[in-house]
């Protein structure tokens, strides 16, 4: 198994422009996040999803879309990116039980200039 | 509202010396989990242990140790005779016990161990 892969790595962005980050797992697993990781900060919730076809919002929602065509695929829209959007996007799983945690993806290095 | 609080911004030892890292959280949740994960300087995310709330065991594996009082709403993690591969930011985090688990961090601890 490849786990959580999350494409691209880094990717600078002007002002305005738009940009989907990939993630994909291919764990059968339910449930899906998208966090990011401000500098010198922890992560937060952006969106997250349960199964195909149902997502929902998470701490800090603006500005982002996401849908959930398929188990494997949870892909992060940005729309007009801004300055503030400069972050470390990171990418989870989880199969959904009472024992089971999160995988992470490396994550995605975004500096919008 | 659930909340993570480490209030331990920067650390820096000596290797070989035992350190703490501080965790105090806040949730209104009868039934919750807590997390610890680290992240070297190469970026990803490492799990390293997960604990629900209503098992108050302290938890040995190696050199890591972890003590989770209810009480205080702390869950508190040691290292050992610390080596410079410890070296990270270390993140503590809580989620509900049900539903979607969503995860609530804190703001990071980064060690620095000393050769």
């Known amino acids: 198994n490849a786990g959580v892969t999350q494409t691209p790595k880094f990717r600078i962005l002007k002002i305005g422009q738009s940009m989907t980050l990939q993630c994909a797992q291919d764990m059968n697993h339910n449930y899906m996040y998208w966090y990011r990781q401000d500098p010198g900060m922890g992560l937060k919730l952006i969106y997250y999803s349960v199964g195909a076809g149902i997502t929902d919002k998470g701490e800090v929602p603006n500005g982002y879309n996401v849908s959930r065509s398929t188990t494997e695929d949870f892909p992060l829209r940005l729309e007009l990116a801004a300055p503030s959007q400069t972050s470390v996007y990171f990418c989870?799983?989880?199969?959904?039980?009472?024992?089971?945690?999160?995988?992470f993806g490396p994550g995605t290095r975004l500096t919008v200039l | 509202a659930q909340k993570v609080t480490q209030a331990q911004t920067e650390i820096s030892v000596v290797e070989k010396e035992d350190v703490t890292l501080d965790c105090v959280y806040e949730?209104?949740?009868?039934?919750?989990?807590l997390f610890w994960y680290k992240q070297p300087p190469s970026g990803e995310l490492v799990f390293l242990i997960r604990?629900?709330?209503?098992?108050?065991q302290n938890e040995i594996s190696g050199r890591y140790s972890w003590n989770f009082q209810k009480s205080t709403s702390s869950f508190n993690f040691t290292i050992t005779a610390s080596q410079v591969v410890d070296s990270a930011v270390y993140f503590c985090?809580?989620?509900?016990?049900?539903?979607?688990?969503?995860?609530?961090f804190g703001q990071g601890t980064r060690l620095t161990i000393n050769p």
């Open positions: 949730t209104r949740d009868t039934t919750y989990y």
């Open positions: 985090a809580l989620s509900e016990a049900g539903g979607a688990q969503k995860l609530v």
């Open positions: 604990r629900n709330s209503f098992d108050e």
């Open positions: 989870a799983s989880r199969l959904g039980g009472s024992t089971d945690t999160q995988y």
